[in-house]
T-cell receptor
Framework: QKEVEQNSGPLSVPEGAIASLNCTYSDRGSQSFFWYRQYSGKSPELIMFIYSNGDKEDGRFTAQLNKASQYVSLLIRDSQPSDSATYLC????????????FGSGTRLLVRP | GAGVSQSPSNKVTEKGKDVELRCDPISGHTALYWYRQSLGQGLEFLIYFQGNSAPDKSGLPSDRFSAERTGGSVSTLTIQRTQQEDSAVYLCASSRTGGVEAFFGQGTRLTVV
């Protein structure tokens, strides 16, 4: 079992729709959760982070965390073609270090 | 600095040569991470530094790979006797401390021919 799992996609949504990206993690002690966006040929860019159960909203983005289910998601409202990218979920393990582990990413395609 | 800076941006080297990749983190950031990303793949964790110490080296693929950090700032990733399978983009990230938001540099694209 991978430590952080994401559906590779592609997830295709029409412009203006809500895109829902999901991530599950295996380490129940994980405490910090991050979403990065990566355009082709570019480095990952941090777009959201969440530390507590519940929802966190920032503009068109909402991160949702459910520690009991070991599940974190990212909602993108009013999706735009410029949102087309790979979205990486990352989780901080809490042991002797703060290793930041990434999922393999979900490719999102927003159709004009 | 304003962001994480990595050099060189691109490096082409012959198989068997040694290479050094440099990362200059955001000023004041004590945590520093190295990752490797092969074409079309996810991010593979290599090593984590807190200050000058590396509490987790578990991701280094072989003893040909080593990293150090001096002065709690600049880090160097060294690959000895490079192999073609070492070809990848090497990414560095830093954060204020461990466990919080990390920001990436632009990466070094390494090609071993």
């Amino acid at each position: 079992q991978k430590e952080v799992e994401q559906n590779s996609g592609p997830l295709s949504v029409p412009e203006g729709a809500i895109a829902s990206l999901n991530c599950t993690y295996s380490d129940r002690g994980s405490q910090s959760f991050f979403w990065y966006r990566q355009y082709s040929g570019k480095s990952p860019e941090l777009i959201m982070f969440i530390y507590s159960n519940g929802d966190k909203e920032d503009g068109r983005f909402t991160a949702q965390l459910n520690k009991a289910s070991q599940y974190v998601s990212l909602l993108i409202r009013d999706s735009q073609p410029s949102d087309s990218a790979t979205y990486l979920c990352a989780v901080n393990r809490v042991d002797s270090s703060y290793k930041l582990i990434f999922g393999s990413g979900t490719r999102l395609l927003v159709r004009p | 600095g304003a962001g994480v800076s990595q050099s060189p941006s691109n490096k082409v080297t012959e198989k068997g040569k040694d290479v050094e990749l440099r990362c200059d983190p955001i000023s004041g950031h004590t945590a520093l991470y190295w990752y490797r990303q092969s074409l079309g793949q996810g991010l593979e964790f290599l090593i984590y530094f807190q200050g000058n110490s590396a509490p987790d080296k578990s991701g280094l693929p072989s003893d040909r790979f080593s990293a150090e950090r001096t002065g709690g700032s600049v880090s160097t990733l060294t690959i000895q006797r490079t192999q073609q399978e070492d070809s990848a983009v090497y990414l560095c990230a830093s954060s204020r401390t461990g466990g919080v938001e990390a920001f990436f540099g632009q990466g070094t694209r390494l090609t071993v021919v």
